[in-house]
């Protein structure tokens, strides 16, 4: 379980890390999450005069490979977090670098890294972009505050399979993008509707006005029956469908992941399978031509319409056609 802390004490080790949590697809190319330029995303919470509490992540006894999940979400919080006047790059790798993990990654923090005196960040969820036998990308979905501003983003952590544990290689931090100047009105109503829990990187997305309108309407009819925490949308997820040269519906707008469905986490065995095969049955019924999750299910319109594999153990993925 989350331990808390007054800010945040790094966790330099594995012990004890299989507890329960808070809380798509396998490495190609340089394979990268989306990369528009941008600041850091905005965020749901208000800026607060003094920076809130944060707590440290665990992955779930369930996972696939907690290790995995645990050493990508340390390196994000060593970066993400600092003290009063321990700001800047030079600390951070100084962080990193207590972890065991190569300090020139900081070089690729970009948003998780901004100009201020202290920062606090709290994990919402960390989910797999992919895992095979020696390569992992894990989707650490964050939210930060610094004096006077709340954002947050999603990094695309990229690993490798090494001993004593898992060695992360790059991040690939979301980048949504600039809001646009208006909105269609069904992207007003998800941002909207309290039914649909949106982490900093998803609400931006929907800000910058880059997510299908189809998309957007099934989020709403799926509301109607469910409660949902959306994980990621485009910003943070890799371009391509993880070890293959398919290109993702996740990165045009066409796509979204939900880790926690009325109150029960994807990944969690004691969540009801039924719940989890009907919200899988309903984004069917929405009209997804691609529905992943952690149960295998017949009955589709077409022979791929629902899958099941490793890197939807924690999540159910919701497709929809180009």
Not at 73 to 87: D, F, L
Not at 103 to 121: K, Y
Not at 139 to 164: K, N
Request: hydrophobic share 40%; net charge positive.
């Amino acid at each position: 379980m989350q331990q808390p802390l007054g800010r945040r004490a790094l966790l330099l080790g594995t012990g004890g890390l299989l507890a329960g949590s808070t809380g798509c697809s396998a490495a190609s190319r340089t394979a990268d999450s989306p990369s528009e330029s941008v600041s850091p995303t905005s965020a749901s919470p208000s800026p607060l005069a003094s920076l809130p509490a944060t707590t440290a992540w665990r992955p779930d006894r369930a996972d696939v490979d907690p290790t995995v999940k645990l050493r990508a979400v340390q390196v994000v919080e060593a970066i993400g977090e600092w003290p009063a006047g321990r700001g800047g790059a030079e600390a951070a790798k100084r962080r990193v670098a207590a972890l065991g993990a190569a300090p020139s990654l900081v070089d690729r923090a970009g948003p998780l890294l901004p100009d201020a005196d202290e920062a606090a960040l709290q994990v919402i969820d960390a989910q797999y972009g992919g895992i095979l036998a020696d390569s992992a990308s894990v989707m650490v979905v964050c939210r930060q505050w610094t004096p006077g501003h709340a954002g947050g983003t999603t990094v695309d952590v990229r690993l490798s399979r090494a001993r004593p544990r898992w060695e992360v290689t790059t991040l690939h931090p979301g980048r949504p993008g600039a809001a646009a100047a208006s909105l269609p009105a069904v992207a007003r109503q998800v941002l909207d509707n309290p039914r649909i829990g949106l982490p900093p990187a998803a609400e931006a997305d929907i800000r910058s006005g880059r997510i299908h309108p189809t998309v957007l309407r099934a989020l709403l009819r799926l509301a109607g029956t469910y409660r949902m925490d959306v994980s990621v949308f485009r910003s943070g997820h890799p371009l391509y469908v993880f070890g293959t040269d398919r290109p993702s519906d996740h990165p045009p707008g066409r796509a979204f992941d939900v880790w926690r469905i009325d109150g029960h986490k994807v990944v969690d065995p004691a969540t009801p399978l039924r719940l989890t095969e009907s919200f899988m049955r309903d984004a069917a019924a929405v009209g997804s031509y691609n529905v992943g999750g952690p149960i295998r299910l017949s009955g589709g319109a077409t022979a791929n319409q629902f899958f099941t594999d490793d890197t939807h153990h924690d999540h159910v993925h919701v497709g929809f056609p180009r």
